[in-house]
Protein backbone atom coordinates (compact mmCIF):
# COMPACT_ATOMS: atom_id res chain seq x y z
CA UNK A 1 0.00 0.00 0.00
CA UNK A 2 1.32 3.50 -0.83
CA UNK A 3 3.12 5.71 2.11
CA UNK A 4 -0.08 7.40 4.07
CA UNK A 5 0.82 11.40 3.65
CA UNK A 6 2.41 13.30 6.22
CA UNK A 7 -0.28 15.26 7.40
CA UNK A 8 -0.67 17.13 11.38
CA UNK A 9 -2.92 14.24 12.32
CA UNK A 10 -0.43 11.58 11.21
CA UNK A 11 2.53 13.38 12.56
CA UNK A 12 0.43 13.81 16.35
CA UNK A 13 -1.23 10.73 16.24
CA UNK A 14 -0.75 6.87 15.84
CA UNK A 15 -0.66 6.34 12.56
CA UNK A 16 2.53 8.04 12.03
CA UNK A 17 4.02 5.95 14.84
CA UNK A 18 2.62 2.88 12.69
CA UNK A 19 3.89 3.93 9.24
CA UNK A 20 6.90 5.31 10.35
CA UNK A 21 8.29 3.42 13.22
CA UNK A 22 11.84 2.01 11.63
CA UNK A 23 12.42 5.75 10.41
CA UNK A 24 12.45 7.10 14.15
CA UNK A 25 13.95 3.89 15.33
CA UNK A 26 16.80 5.32 13.77
CA UNK A 27 17.08 8.24 14.45
CA UNK A 28 16.56 7.52 17.82
CA UNK A 29 19.94 4.96 17.99
CA UNK A 30 21.97 7.43 15.82
CA UNK A 31 21.35 10.29 18.51
CA UNK A 32 22.10 7.35 21.81
CA UNK A 33 25.62 6.70 19.99
CA UNK A 34 26.84 10.45 19.01
CA UNK A 35 26.22 10.76 23.14
CA UNK A 36 28.24 7.89 24.10
CA UNK A 37 30.93 8.29 22.05
CA UNK A 38 31.39 12.47 23.40
CA UNK A 39 32.07 10.75 26.91
CA UNK A 40 33.76 7.99 26.46
CA UNK A 41 38.13 8.22 26.85
CA UNK A 42 39.74 7.49 23.44
CA UNK A 43 43.41 6.54 24.08
CA UNK A 44 43.92 7.51 20.40
CA UNK A 45 42.95 10.73 20.78
CA UNK A 46 42.71 11.98 24.61
CA UNK A 47 46.17 10.88 25.40
CA UNK A 48 47.24 11.31 29.00
CA UNK A 49 50.14 14.20 29.02
CA UNK A 50 53.35 14.06 29.02
CA UNK A 51 55.38 14.36 32.77
CA UNK A 52 57.00 17.40 32.56
CA UNK A 53 60.87 16.95 34.14
CA UNK A 54 61.63 20.08 36.58
CA UNK A 55 63.72 23.21 34.81
CA UNK A 56 67.61 21.65 34.91
CA UNK A 57 69.47 24.35 37.86
CA UNK A 58 71.28 26.69 35.83
CA UNK A 59 72.66 28.65 39.33
CA UNK A 60 75.81 28.03 40.96
CA UNK A 61 75.29 25.04 43.92
CA UNK A 62 74.80 26.09 47.25
CA UNK A 63 78.44 25.13 48.89
CA UNK A 64 77.78 24.89 52.92
CA UNK A 65 80.09 27.14 54.85
CA UNK A 66 82.69 26.17 57.38
CA UNK A 67 82.82 27.98 60.82
CA UNK A 68 86.57 29.12 60.47
CA UNK A 69 88.38 27.54 63.52
CA UNK A 70 89.31 29.46 66.62
CA UNK A 71 92.99 29.86 66.82
CA UNK A 72 92.45 29.82 70.60
CA UNK A 73 89.79 27.06 71.63
CA UNK A 74 87.88 28.17 74.83
CA UNK A 75 88.64 31.64 74.60
CA UNK A 76 85.48 32.94 72.81
CA UNK A 77 86.50 35.88 70.05
CA UNK A 78 83.34 36.11 68.54
CA UNK A 79 82.99 39.50 70.08
CA UNK A 80 86.87 41.13 69.04
CA UNK A 81 87.20 43.08 65.83
CA UNK A 82 90.19 41.56 63.52
CA UNK A 83 92.81 43.92 64.99
CA UNK A 84 92.06 42.95 68.49
CA UNK A 85 91.73 39.25 67.81
CA UNK A 86 95.01 39.32 65.82
CA UNK A 87 96.72 41.11 69.15
CA UNK A 88 95.54 38.09 71.54
CA UNK A 89 96.64 35.94 69.40
CA UNK A 90 100.08 37.14 68.66
CA UNK A 91 100.29 37.79 72.24
CA UNK A 92 98.73 33.95 73.30
CA UNK A 93 101.90 32.82 70.95
CA UNK A 94 104.37 34.40 72.92
CA UNK A 95 103.24 34.19 76.74
CA UNK A 96 104.48 31.09 78.07
CA UNK A 97 102.30 27.84 79.23
CA UNK A 98 99.99 28.68 82.46
CA UNK A 99 101.32 24.97 83.15
CA UNK A 100 105.02 25.19 83.31
CA UNK A 101 105.52 23.50 80.15
CA UNK A 102 108.30 24.58 77.98
CA UNK A 103 105.37 25.19 75.18
CA UNK A 104 103.35 28.71 74.27
CA UNK A 105 99.79 29.54 76.01
CA UNK A 106 98.81 28.90 72.33
CA UNK A 107 100.07 25.40 71.67
CA UNK A 108 98.51 24.43 75.46
CA UNK A 109 95.34 26.11 74.57
CA UNK A 110 95.44 24.09 71.05
CA UNK A 111 97.15 21.02 71.55
CA UNK A 112 97.39 20.32 75.29
CA UNK A 113 94.30 19.23 76.99
CA UNK A 114 95.82 18.19 80.14
CA UNK A 115 96.63 21.93 81.02
CA UNK A 116 93.22 23.12 82.54
CA UNK A 117 94.84 26.26 83.31
CA UNK A 118 95.51 27.27 79.84
CA UNK A 119 91.83 27.94 79.20
CA UNK A 120 91.54 30.39 81.88
CA UNK A 121 94.73 31.70 81.18
CA UNK A 122 93.76 32.52 77.90
CA UNK A 123 90.52 34.33 79.38
CA UNK A 124 92.54 36.17 81.66
CA UNK A 125 94.68 37.98 78.97
CA UNK A 126 91.41 38.81 77.01
CA UNK A 127 90.16 40.28 80.05
CA UNK A 128 93.02 42.86 80.35
CA UNK A 129 93.57 42.90 76.76
CA UNK A 130 90.39 44.82 76.96
CA UNK A 131 90.67 46.74 79.26
CA UNK A 132 93.24 48.54 77.30
CA UNK A 133 96.80 47.52 79.31
CA UNK A 134 99.67 47.62 76.94
CA UNK A 135 101.17 44.09 75.97
CA UNK A 136 104.04 44.90 78.24
CA UNK A 137 101.61 45.32 81.25
CA UNK A 138 99.76 42.03 79.81
CA UNK A 139 103.42 40.01 80.42
CA UNK A 140 103.69 41.26 83.56
CA UNK A 141 100.32 40.43 85.03
CA UNK A 142 100.64 37.32 83.70
CA UNK A 143 104.03 36.27 85.13
CA UNK A 144 102.55 37.38 88.28
CA UNK A 145 100.09 35.30 88.03
CA UNK A 146 101.11 32.16 86.48
CA UNK A 147 104.69 31.80 86.84
CA UNK A 148 105.30 33.54 90.22
CA UNK A 149 107.31 30.24 92.28
CA UNK A 150 106.21 31.91 96.05
CA UNK A 151 103.66 30.69 97.22
CA UNK A 152 102.72 31.71 101.24
CA UNK A 153 101.16 29.57 104.18
CA UNK A 154 99.10 31.16 106.95
CA UNK A 155 98.11 30.17 110.16
CA UNK A 156 94.57 29.52 110.48
CA UNK A 157 94.14 28.66 114.13
CA UNK A 158 91.86 30.85 116.09
CA UNK A 159 91.13 32.78 112.81
CA UNK A 160 88.06 33.74 112.08
CA UNK A 161 86.52 32.33 108.97
CA UNK A 162 83.01 31.81 107.05
CA UNK A 163 82.97 28.71 104.67
CA UNK A 164 84.17 25.04 105.12
CA UNK A 165 87.18 24.67 106.80
CA UNK A 166 88.02 21.45 104.38
CA UNK A 167 87.22 23.73 101.39
CA UNK A 168 89.48 23.03 98.19
CA UNK A 169 89.98 26.85 98.00
CA UNK A 170 91.19 28.45 100.68
CA UNK A 171 90.77 32.67 100.53
CA UNK A 172 93.09 34.62 103.56
CA UNK A 173 91.90 38.21 102.95
CA UNK A 174 94.22 41.23 104.90
CA UNK A 175 92.10 43.93 105.64
CA UNK A 176 91.61 47.24 107.75
CA UNK A 177 88.55 48.38 109.07
CA UNK A 178 89.56 52.13 108.12
CA UNK A 179 89.76 51.08 104.59
CA UNK A 180 87.25 52.37 101.78
CA UNK A 181 88.67 49.19 99.17
CA UNK A 182 88.44 46.70 101.63
CA UNK A 183 84.64 47.44 102.81
CA UNK A 184 83.76 48.15 98.75
CA UNK A 185 85.43 44.34 98.65
CA UNK A 186 83.49 43.05 101.28
CA UNK A 187 80.55 42.90 99.68
CA UNK A 188 82.21 40.86 96.54
CA UNK A 189 83.46 38.36 99.31
CA UNK A 190 79.99 37.77 100.44
CA UNK A 191 79.16 36.60 96.53
CA UNK A 192 81.87 34.87 95.71
CA UNK A 193 80.71 32.61 98.97
CA UNK A 194 77.12 32.91 97.56
CA UNK A 195 78.37 31.66 94.46
CA UNK A 196 80.98 28.60 96.30
CA UNK A 197 79.55 27.90 99.46
CA UNK A 198 81.04 24.25 99.68
CA UNK A 199 84.13 25.21 97.43
CA UNK A 200 85.67 27.97 99.03
CA UNK A 201 86.59 29.28 102.94
CA UNK A 202 88.04 32.89 103.70
CA UNK A 203 89.96 33.38 106.48
CA UNK A 204 90.25 37.02 108.43
CA UNK A 205 93.59 38.37 108.77
CA UNK A 206 93.48 41.43 110.90
CA UNK A 207 95.85 44.48 109.11
CA UNK A 208 95.50 47.62 110.93
CA UNK A 209 97.98 50.08 108.89
CA UNK A 210 97.67 52.58 111.57
CA UNK A 211 96.74 55.24 109.05
CA UNK A 212 93.16 55.27 109.68
CA UNK A 213 91.92 56.75 113.08
CA UNK A 214 90.81 53.66 115.61
CA UNK A 215 91.98 51.22 112.96
CA UNK A 216 93.93 48.87 115.96
CA UNK A 217 91.37 49.62 118.27
CA UNK A 218 88.44 48.15 115.55
CA UNK A 219 90.39 45.36 114.78
CA UNK A 220 90.39 44.28 117.99
CA UNK A 221 87.07 44.92 118.63
CA UNK A 222 86.14 42.13 115.71
CA UNK A 223 88.36 39.43 117.74
CA UNK A 224 86.56 40.42 121.11
CA UNK A 225 83.26 39.93 119.19
CA UNK A 226 84.60 36.75 117.90
CA UNK A 227 85.41 35.24 120.83
CA UNK A 228 81.55 35.25 121.82
CA UNK A 229 80.69 33.57 118.51
CA UNK A 230 79.60 37.24 116.86
CA UNK A 231 82.38 38.08 114.44
CA UNK A 232 80.20 38.30 111.01
CA UNK A 233 77.56 40.37 112.73
CA UNK A 234 79.97 43.17 114.29
CA UNK A 235 82.33 42.53 111.05
CA UNK A 236 79.16 43.96 109.32
CA UNK A 237 78.53 46.43 111.14
CA UNK A 238 81.70 48.04 111.33
CA UNK A 239 81.96 47.98 107.89
CA UNK A 240 78.28 49.56 107.54
CA UNK A 241 79.42 52.76 109.90
CA UNK A 242 82.92 53.14 108.61
CA UNK A 243 84.80 56.07 109.87
CA UNK A 244 82.74 55.42 113.44
CA UNK A 245 85.38 53.26 115.88
CA UNK A 246 85.58 55.76 118.22
CA UNK A 247 85.35 53.42 121.50
CA UNK A 248 81.44 55.04 122.41
CA UNK A 249 80.62 53.70 118.85
CA UNK A 250 82.14 50.34 119.16
CA UNK A 251 79.88 49.52 122.50
CA UNK A 252 77.01 50.51 120.56
CA UNK A 253 77.85 48.09 118.32
CA UNK A 254 78.36 45.63 120.80
CA UNK A 255 75.17 46.07 122.65
CA UNK A 256 73.56 45.67 119.17
CA UNK A 257 74.64 42.78 117.90
CA UNK A 258 74.05 41.01 121.50
CA UNK A 259 77.14 40.55 123.20
CA UNK A 260 78.16 40.38 127.16
CA UNK A 261 79.80 43.71 127.13
CA UNK A 262 81.83 43.34 130.76
CA UNK A 263 83.48 40.27 128.77
CA UNK A 264 83.46 42.51 125.53
CA UNK A 265 85.75 45.34 127.41
CA UNK A 266 87.98 42.98 128.59
CA UNK A 267 88.82 40.92 125.72
CA UNK A 268 88.70 44.56 123.85
CA UNK A 269 91.90 45.74 125.72
CA UNK A 270 93.10 41.93 126.43
CA UNK A 271 97.33 41.42 125.43
CA UNK A 272 96.21 38.27 123.94
CA UNK A 273 93.87 40.53 121.64
CA UNK A 274 96.81 42.59 120.93
CA UNK A 275 99.28 39.35 120.33
CA UNK A 276 96.66 38.64 117.45
CA UNK A 277 96.56 41.33 115.59
CA UNK A 278 100.51 41.50 116.01
CA UNK A 279 100.80 38.45 114.16
CA UNK A 280 98.43 38.68 111.81
CA UNK A 281 100.54 41.68 110.56
CA UNK A 282 103.63 40.18 110.76
CA UNK A 283 102.39 37.17 108.18
CA UNK A 284 101.15 39.70 105.97
CA UNK A 285 104.80 41.83 105.99
CA UNK A 286 106.32 38.39 105.35
CA UNK A 287 104.20 38.01 101.95
CA UNK A 288 105.46 41.28 101.03
CA UNK A 289 102.05 42.79 100.94
CA UNK A 290 101.97 46.31 99.41
CA UNK A 291 98.56 47.40 100.65
CA UNK A 292 95.13 46.28 101.67
CA UNK A 293 92.85 44.48 100.53
CA UNK A 294 95.31 42.08 99.65
CA UNK A 295 94.07 38.44 98.51
CA UNK A 296 95.42 35.27 98.76
CA UNK A 297 94.37 32.16 96.97
CA UNK A 298 95.52 28.96 97.83
CA UNK A 299 98.73 30.42 99.02
CA UNK A 300 99.26 32.67 95.72
CA UNK A 301 98.55 36.40 96.19
CA UNK A 302 95.82 37.70 93.82
CA UNK A 303 96.52 39.99 91.07
CA UNK A 304 93.69 40.82 89.20
CA UNK A 305 91.52 43.40 89.62
CA UNK A 306 89.05 43.54 92.39
CA UNK A 307 85.95 42.86 90.83
CA UNK A 308 83.30 40.25 91.07
CA UNK A 309 84.31 38.73 87.45
CA UNK A 310 87.80 38.51 87.82
CA UNK A 311 88.31 37.46 91.10
CA UNK A 312 85.39 34.45 90.49
CA UNK A 313 87.20 33.47 87.18
CA UNK A 314 90.08 33.13 89.31
CA UNK A 315 88.06 30.67 91.79
CA UNK A 316 86.70 28.89 89.28
CA UNK A 317 90.07 28.24 87.80
CA UNK A 318 91.11 26.82 91.30
CA UNK A 319 88.35 24.89 91.78
CA UNK A 320 88.77 23.16 87.52
CA UNK A 321 92.35 22.50 88.49
Partial sequence: APEPALTPSTINGAGFWRGHRGLVLAA??????????????????SAQPAYNAPPTQTANPVVPTVAPT????????????????????ALAAKLPSACGKAHSLQTSLTTDPTCKRSVFAG????????????DEEIQKKYADRYQAEKRYE??????????????????FEFFDYGCPHCKDLRSILDDVLAEFPSEVVLYYKQYPLGTFPSSVTAAAAAIAAQ???????????????????SPEDLLRYAKEVGLDIAKFKADLESAKTRQMIQASRAE?????????????????????DLTYDDLIDWIREEVTV
Fill in 28 to 45: VFAIWSLALAGASCDKKT
Fill in 70 to 89: NPLPGVPLGDLAGSQKERLV
Fill in 123 to 134: RFVKRLASEDYT
Fill in 154 to 171: FSSAGVAFQGLPNAPVAL
Fill in 227 to 245: NQGKFGDMHRTMFYNQGRH
Fill in 284 to 304: GEKAEMHGVPTLFINGSQYEG
